[in-house]
């Protein structure tokens, strides 16, 4: 049986394999194994933010400091590596360890000064942009050999694609992510307080601690994705990944998370992230249609979802009330 | 107390803000106040900040508005980069002003409708409701301009960028009369008291007879109507219309100048002068920092620490904290009214 | 019968908000296996009693023994913790949640560190057949109706804490079905031993279940009796302080039933929405106060929603002065000179943040629509006089609403829609939730306005209220106008006989 809440994720499901169908139907090599893996490459620093966005979400927030946390992340790295020759693993630590305590500060702020989410992370994102600035404000090129081994680790597929690090990387997060929303005590406690933060309070929810908990989240995977962003592009710049937040956000509507919080799934997200990719790969093999294209067509996926998502609250809503005339 | 005690009351954190800036970056940049008339036009840092503002401040309008229904238009930015692109595109097509400025007013007019429908009819939450024009409002701008920056040669429509009337620049007429216009219109009309109910309780203020989806309707239009005035002197100002970076992220800026201005996020009672001086506060911070001779990367990074403090100062937390302090001491004051008065 | 230790003690228990006192000096003893309830009227330091109990707020003064042993609990967990369960009225569990989800959380069974959900189904079911309910605990808690929430909260409270279970007004939105299903497991779960608190306003639901009640009044302890030596009579007055006024409307004095008050100005003609209220007949008089009576979800503040124009009708007409008239919005009621006064006041009624002043005219601005302003000095005139004549205190027309009490923000609702002038006001629970003297003032005030010439229905759950100042009175039993009674029927046990279907005024 679906539940009416997972009705957004099969129909992405579903979307998504359908358009992936329509697109091998005209483009047969989009099947490629090859192109499987440049789209989970391409996508894996996106993907690896979308996770932390979608609990965040899930707790009815809203992280908008995550584009440029990536940035300062990455230029970070870059410079610590390229600048004063760090070793790389250092300088990932050193970069998570700021990136994590980053977002517990905004998560202590938004719970302890009762300042909304959104303007507590807007702020956050001016300060993270602004410190990429000062680090550097070149593009900051990388190379060590660590790194190179790194990139060069990859998974053969049978023709000729690649299941690189950086792609496992977030399909490991990925994989977490859902094991940890859905069976642990702290996944139950993001849904708890996105439903209703009053409840959960009520209900004896540590709702301070996991607030907190749930920006540091977003924070350290923020922190990993520019890590895998700077090894993607194998370089740092602090005017990279404007408006990523907004992508991170797509993808989690589009994967059927409700804005609202309460409701919705890690596993869509990665639908989601999956779909955004398919968009460009079919923009890149059409050659023809220009690449604002992909911008029209999530602005176009993400109204007929929020639509919806809406019909089905009106729906059960309809629903709940007939039940309950019934009873009566 | 009268009116006027009244609004200065309200205004004064913000005007000592400001003061207080000023006075900091005129004390690291000497020649920052002065003002000086050049071939019959005022110069200056202080005319630059009121010119340089002209965005925020006419963004900052509409933004008031929206957040006074307890809403928030983040697709205002994307509104900009679309108007821009479509009054650049009919100038270099030919078309004479007046059709330029109309057509592009009535897009952005448009633009705030959709918001609305979603808003009012479809009952989206505003953040996501608008967050679908923004993602895909610069894919519609680039379309129209089709992905290149399309510079045109007009002299009339660039003065409304660069041009002076009478010493003073052109952008700030626009945003101080827009500004005056919407601001009369709010409050000699019961506009601003009808958003004001609405934006605090939107079915107790319906059950009353007022018509909650009529003031979303126009909130959201008012908006797009300022983003699309933006838009054009924007536009006008570089003499051409960039689809990626016109306007970008000046939602935030907007939404921020509303915030420091002492409008609430969760909507009701709203000042437009004083998300205006909001509005001065972070132009001033902008291009102080630049005279002060800070290199341009401790801009943002100065910009976001200053933010933090005046967020924290009027964090919920620390008024409810004074806020109880002051209603305390009023209530015995009161109390004690009270008992002499039955006496 | 009597233990070493009471279960629950607490001695001289003072709380005060910002220099006001809330509590003063309460003492409060509950047995093992006793239901002890907890009464007053508004604003008597019931909840906040409760809330120093259960760990929500922190006392300033006296001390909590748990079985003997002095307990501190700083929140709700710790609360829960020591064996003290809450269930609130309305916020309560997680809708977005599943049942079994909802039962267990917070304390999950796990294996290796991770949530064990074969198991959680599995005890959540064996938990819930306790209380003889056999659902899916795997559905969303939001496919159940409220009683059956009402269950699953309680099973989860008795079992996270097990000795002591509080419960907020937990029959204020059940029927009296659930009600009969909710005391069973009450009574269940005192033969266990479990010592309940039970806040209500329902007089004879604590005569049914309570053994003990300890009243409270203005943050002090009134008393604390056993009932069976407490007879009605004594409670209220121990409740009120005062004697009963009666102001009860002489109905024994007028003929056996009153058909002819003049011509009706206002009809509605076999108005009625599918599923909301059947449709009725309603006919109302100038001067004349239509009572509306029966259980909740009974259709009576449906049919008050339709009446306004909240609802749209889908069948009927409605005609004024013989005109017919289109009322499908409360904007078309409000040009058709109808007000209404909603019962849930926070939500529906007050604009909280702004002036008194300002929600008194609201509903004329709304009327004269944005582009008539009404002039600053006119509000105030407006304003003061009707904080003048219906004695709103504090006196002061730029306070914000929601810093006055109950009863005040209802009198400026009243005055919101006074200042319209209407020719029929609709009052839903005119005096729910408002202190005594104000309630006396509003009941005076119907009468006044009646006099005046205005039409009033005034929907009440309180009969003796309704017999009171009402005409007439429209009974409602499912969803459907089954009886009117006027003159010397119009009894609250005629009313009571009605909604039972028993009334041999039936179909007059």
Redesign the interface.
């Known amino acids: 049986m679906i539940h009416a809440r997972n009705l957004p994720f099969v129909t992405t499901l579903a979307i998504f394999i359908i358009a992936y169908g329509l697109c091998v139907l005209q483009f047969p090599n989009m099947l490629s194994t090859r192109v499987i893996g440049n789209l989970l490459t391409d996508n894996a620093f996106l993907g690896i933010a979308a996770v932390g966005m979608t609990f965040v979400i899930l707790s009815g927030g809203i992280d908008l400091s995550v584009g440029s946390v990536i940035a300062f992340t990455s230029v970070f790295v870059a410079v610590m590596v390229g600048s004063f020759g760090v070793h790389p693993l250092t300088a990932f630590l050193a970069a998570l360890v700021i990136s994590t305590l980053f977002g517990c500060l905004m998560g202590a702020m938004i719970r302890y000064l009762m300042i909304p989410p959104f303007v507590v992370t807007l702020a956050g994102m001016f300060l993270a942009r602004g410190a990429a600035y000062l680090v550097s404000t070149q593009s900051v090129p990388i190379t060590h050999e660590f790194i190179d081994t790194m990139l060069g680790f990859y998974i053969r597929f049978p023709g000729g694609g690649r299941l690189t690090l950086l792609a496992m990387v977030m399909l490991i997060v990925f994989a977490v992510g859902i094991v940890v929303a859905s069976r642990t005590r702290f996944g139950a406690n993001v849904y708890a307080i996105g439903g209703n933060l009053q409840s959960a309070e009520l209900m004896g929810v540590p709702v301070g601690a996991t607030t907190i908990r749930i920006y540091a989240l977003s924070g350290f995977l923020s922190g990993l994705a520019g890590i895998v962003y700077t090894l993607y592009t194998s370089s740092g710049y602090s005017l990279a990944t404007v408006g990523v937040e907004l992508d991170a956000i797509a993808a989690v509507v589009i994967g059927g998370t409700l804005l609202t919080g309460g409701v919705g799934l890690v596993a869509g997200t990665f639908i989601g992230i999956l779909l955004q990719g398919l968009i460009q790969t079919y923009i890149v093999f059409d050659g023809t249609l220009s690449s604002w294209w992909t911008k029209i067509v999530i602005g176009i996926l993400l109204f007929v979802f929020i639509v919806l998502q809406r019909t089905i609250i009106w729906y059960s809503d309809r629903r709940l009330a007939e039940r309950q005339l019934k009873e009566v | 107390m009268t009116w006027f005690t009244r609004r200065l009351r309200r205004l004064a954190p913000q005007l000592a803000a400001l003061a207080i800036i000023l006075g900091i970056i005129s004390l690291i940049a000497p020649g920052f106040l002065t003002i000086s008339v050049q071939n019959g036009r005022l110069y200056g840092s202080l005319i630059d900040i009121l010119v340089r503002a002209a965005p925020v401040a006419l963004l900052t309008v509409g933004m008031t508005l929206v957040i006074a229904t307890r809403g928030?238009d983040l697709s205002i930015g994307a509104v900009i980069a679309i108007c821009g692109a479509v009054a650049a595109t009919l100038i270099t097509d030919g078309y004479p002003l007046p059709v330029v400025i109309a057509v592009s007013l009535g897009v952005g007019i448009v633009c705030g409708l959709w918001n609305g429908i979603?808003v009012a009819v479809?009952?989206?939450?505003p953040?996501?409701?608008t967050?679908?024009?923004?993602?895909?409002?610069?894919?519609?701008a680039?379309?129209i301009t089709?992905?290149v920056i399309l510079t045109f040669n007009d002299d009339t429509f660039a003065a409304l960028g660069s041009g002076a009337l009478a010493g003073i620049p052109i952008p700030i007429y626009l945003w101080v009369g827009t500004a005056l216009i919407i601001g009369l219109l709010m409050r000699?009309?019961?506009?601003g008291?009808?958003i004001?109910?609405t934006g605090?309780?939107r079915?107790?203020?319906?059950?009353?007879?007022?018509?909650a989806r009529f003031?979303l309707f126009s909130a959201y239009a008012i908006s797009g109507l300022c983003a699309a005035i933006a838009g054009m002197i924007v536009t006008a100002d570089i003499r051409g219309a960039d689809?990626n970076n016109a306007g970008?992220w000046l939602e935030?800026d907007a939404?921020?100048a509303v915030?420091v201005g002492g409008t609430s996020?969760n909507g009701?009672?709203f000042s437009i002068t004083a998300s205006l001086i909001g509005a001065l506060i972070i132009q001033s911070i902008n291009t102080g920092i630049l005279v002060s001779g800070f290199p341009?990367?401790?801009?943002?990074?100065?910009?976001?620490?200053i933010?933090?403090v005046v967020?924290?100062l009027q964090?919920?937390?620390?008024i409810?904290l004074f806020g109880?302090i002051k209603?305390?001491r009023r209530?015995?004051k009161?109390n004690h009214g009270?008992k002499e008065a039955t006496r | 019968m009597s233990a070493p230790h009471a279960l629950l003690e607490a001695r001289g228990i003072g709380k005060s908000f910002f220099g006001i006192s809330a509590l003063e000096d309460v003492d409060f003893t509950l047995e093992q296996g006793e239901i002890h309830a907890l009464l007053g009227e508004n604003g008597a330091g019931k909840s906040t009693l409760i809330k120093i109990l259960t760990g929500v707020y922190r006392r300033d003064r006296g001390t909590i023994y748990l079985e003997g042993n002095e307990v501190s609990p700083d929140d709700v967990a710790a609360a829960q913790a020591l064996g003290i369960g809450t269930v609130y009225q309305e916020v309560n569990l997680l809708e977005n949640l599943t049942v079994a989800e909802n039962l267990f959380l917070g304390r999950q069974p796990r294996r290796f560190g991770m949530i064990d959900r074969h198991t959680m189904r599995d005890r959540s079911k064996a938990l819930l057949a306790r209380y003889g309910l056999d659902i899916d605990v795997d559905a969303l808690l939001s496919s159940y109706s409220v009683a059956i929430r009402q269950i699953i909260a309680i099973a989860r409270a008795v079992d996270l804490s097990g000795k002591v279970l509080v419960l907020d007004e937990p029959t204020a939105s059940l029927d009296a079905n659930e009600v009969k299903g909710l005391f069973t497991v009450l009574r269940q779960l005192r033969e266990e031993g479990v010592g309940i608190v039970i806040i209500t306003h329902f007089l004879d639901q604590v005569y049914e279940i309570a053994n003990r009640v300890t009243v409270l009044r203005n943050g002090r302890l009134v008393g604390s009796r056993a009932i069976s030596e407490l007879p009605r009579l004594d409670l209220i007055s121990m409740m009120l302080g005062r004697e009963l006024q009666h102001i009860t409307r002489d109905h024994q004095a007028e003929p056996e039933t009153i058909d002819d008050r003049g011509a009706p100005s206002i009809q509605f003609q076999n108005y009625g929405k599918k599923g909301s209220v059947a449709p009725f007949d309603l006919d109302i008089r100038p001067g004349e106060v239509v009572g509306i009576a029966g259980l909740l979800g009974s259709g009576r503040s449906e049919t008050a929603f339709l009446l306004f124009g909240i609802d749209r009708a889908d069948s009927g007409t409605a005609t004024i002065d013989g005109e017919q008239v289109n009322i499908t919005s409360p904007e078309a009621a409000i040009v058709n000179r109808f007000g209404f006064c909603p019962e849930e006041r926070k939500t529906d009624g007050i604009v909280g943040d702004l002036s008194v002043a300002d929600n008194i005219v609201l509903a004329l601005q709304a009327r004269r629509g944005w582009m008539r302003p009404i002039s600053s000095s006119a509000k105030r005139e407006l304003a003061d006089s009707f904080i003048k004549s219906l004695d709103i205190r504090p006196a002061d027309r730029e306070r914000p609403i929601k810093f006055l009490s109950g009863g005040n923000q209802q009198k400026a609702i009243l005055a919101r829609w006074l200042v319209t002038e209407p020719r029929l006001l609709i009052l839903d629970e005119p005096t729910r939730g408002i202190d005594i003297g104000a309630h006396a003032e509003i009941l005076k005030m119907i009468e006044r306005l009646c006099s005046e010439g205005m039409s009033l229905i005034v929907i009440s759950s309180e009969l003796e209220e309704l017999t009171a100042v009402a005409h007439r009175v429209i009974v409602l039993s499912d969803r459907r106008h089954v009886a009117e009674l006027s003159g010397r029927q119009l009894t609250t046990d005629g009313i009571i006989r009605a909604i039972a279907g028993t009334g041999e005024t039936e179909a007059a």
Do not use: C, H, W, Y
């Open positions: 928030i979603l479809l009952d989206i939450q953040i996501i409701a967050l679908i024009l923004m993602v895909a409002g610069r894919g519609i680039q379309l089709e992905g000699r009309t019961a506009l008291f009808l004001e109910a605090i309780n079915r107790a203020a319906s059950l009353a007879g007022v018509r003031l689809a970008l935030l939404i921020l915030v996020l009701g009672r341009p990367e401790f801009n943002l990074i100065i910009k976001a620490g933010i933090i967020l924290t964090s919920p937390a620390i409810t109880f209603a305390s209530s015995d009161l009270t």
